[in-house]
């Protein structure tokens, strides 16, 4: 395993993306709440630590990356780490606790060997102003991790990451829609809002393809035009 250092971020080089934009994820109505708790914790000095519950499909990842690359645009040190895809013993989490910011992605996949290193981690950076991020898929009340680990989990602010709901399709599409430049009506939007998965990497696919085809077909952005395209297109 290579440690990389790059722009004042010292980080494992497992899934991080430094393209990943904090102003490109989409909030629900029901997210607000974190995106608030998200902007108070990289504007204030002050200790603070999230930890944050999500299906697969809700963006975890995507934001945990958007917000090290906003932190790191403050030129304060940060580092991703995705339990995921380390190893046992890599002693990775003692090396770590004088950063500013520390996001672990995936806790709840975590072997014991690394869950020891998280729980002292978080004692460690207790009452230090090192921020600390966690996200798991399973929830809390479900999480299986050793005893003593999930007492310091259940100490900190937990919230919930929330599908796209039906309220919310129309938003997101839209949302979608203007950080790619398409200029789709709310008729486009409301068409395809019946048609389409519920998460956000499959209405932004769906949304790039569209795209596509019309230009591919000369075609003027329609109802029928979509409805041709979706009979071709499967998401």
Do not use: W
Request: net charge neutral; charged share 25%; aromatic share 12%.
């Amino acid at each position: 395993m290579n440690d990389v250092t790059s722009k004042n971020q010292f980080f494992f080089d497992f899934g991080r993306d430094f393209d990943a934009k904090f102003e490109n994820f989409f909030f629900t109505h029901e997210n607000k709440i974190i995106q608030s708790e998200i902007l108070n914790l990289l504007s204030s000095e002050d200790k603070q630590d999230i930890l944050l519950f999500g299906s697969p499909k809700s963006g975890k990842t995507f934001l945990l990356n958007s917000i090290l690359n906003e932190d790191a645009a403050a030129t304060r040190s940060s580092i991703y780490v995705d339990c995921a895809k380390i190893g046992t013993n890599q002693n990775i989490f003692e090396r770590i606790s004088s950063k500013t910011l520390i996001c672990i992605d995936n806790i709840d996949q975590s072997d014991r060997s690394n869950q020891v290193e998280i729980f002292n981690l978080i004692n460690e950076t207790k009452d230090s102003n090192t921020k600390l991020i966690v996200s798991t898929n399973t929830h809390l009340s479900k999480l299986e991790v050793f005893a003593d680990l999930k007492s310091r989990l259940q100490q900190i602010k937990f919230f919930t990451l929330h599908l796209i709901s039906d309220q919310d399709v129309n938003r997101a599409l839209e949302f979608i829609g203007t950080k790619l430049n398409l200029n789709f009506n709310d008729d486009i939007y409301t068409f395809l809002a019946t048609r389409i998965r519920r998460d956000f990497s499959t209405m932004k696919d769906t949304l790039i393809a569209l795209d596509k085809f019309m230009y591919a077909e000369k075609k003027q952005p329609s109802k029928k035009t979509v409805a041709d395209f979706l009979k071709q297109f499967k998401n």
